[in-house]
């Protein structure tokens, strides 16, 4: 069910990042570090929120000392239910800004497109950074080839007007984003992204897509195992495609 906003502080942020983080370490300092340099530029006032899975490798650690006298950046370690979806949902609960945006931590997702999807959705209900749309890109092309033919099976299967319907870069209106319904989107891994693209088609917001080029990963090793994610997300994509049409979601 949706949920119920936490109480407006006064001097709202513009924008609160949500930042997801296991084992992070040698990149979440430089992140927070380019965002904030970013949103500088733009003159938003920000608030980050590191949302930490408790890394062994120091990860909160390592971010509450680089920015211990920025009272913009929050870092969160995260003590039960491990998880990227939970994470996203338990950094948007605690957050404050008038738009949210949610980006990786691995530097796969560039500040200044985050910034600028941010900027995009103070004038929209959602934008969403693609590759798949003029501008866009990865420097892996046999990862963009194959991204791409599994979006266009998403978007037959689900009925999605979007083209990178796993992108997991996005900005949405703080007041669009409390309509949803926060129990059907936050769970799993990056499937949570297409059920709550799915949710805002239902609700009919306005969506603009920007496109974003993915960079590599600068540090450390990447988390995601591309034959049981793709298993996940296809089981996923099953199961929503069944119960749509029995109009049980």
């Known amino acids: 069910m ?6 407006n502080p ?15 370490r040698e990149n979440i300092v430089p992140l927070v570090r380019e965002l904030r340099q970013e949103f500088h530029r733009v003159g938003a006032r920000y608030e980050i929120l590191v949302v930490d899975d408790r890394s062994p490798d120091g990860t909160a650690t390592a971010a509450r000392a680089a920015f211990a006298d920025d ?3 929050i870092v969160i370690e995260r003590l039960a239910n491990p998880g990227l979806a939970l994470s996203i949902r338990e950094g948007i609960e605690k957050s404050h800004g008038a738009v ?12 200044r497109d985050a910034v600028l999807i941010s900027q995009v959705a103070r004038l929209v209900d959602l934008g969403i950074g693609s590759r798949f749309i003029f501008g866009g890109g990865m420097t892996n092309r046999l990862r ?53 693209l799915l949710l805002s088609q239902r609700e009919r917001m306005t969506h603009v897509q920007v496109p974003v080029f993915y960079g590599e990963r600068t540090a450390g090793d990447s988390k995601t195992r591309f034959m049981s994610i793709f298993m996940r997300y296809t089981r996923e994509v099953a199961r929503l495609t069944y119960l749509r049409a029995v109009n049980r979601w």
């Open 2 to 7: 949706p949920l119920t906003e936490p109480h």
């Open 10 to 24: 006064s001097g709202r942020p513009d924008v609160s990042v949500i930042l997801p983080t296991f084992q992070e």
């Open 71 to 73: 009272d913009g950046v």
């Open 100 to 111: 949210i945006l949610v980006m990786d931590t691995d530097f796969n997702h560039q500040p």
């Open 144 to 196: 963009y080839f194959l991204s791409y033919l599994y979006n266009i099976f998403m978007r037959i299967s689900l009925g999605t007007r979007i083209d990178d319907n796993l992108s997991g870069l996005f900005a949405i209106q703080r007041t669009a984003l409390f309509k949803l319904d926060f129990d059907k989107i936050f769970w799993g891994y990056g499937d949570y992204f297409f059920r709550l």
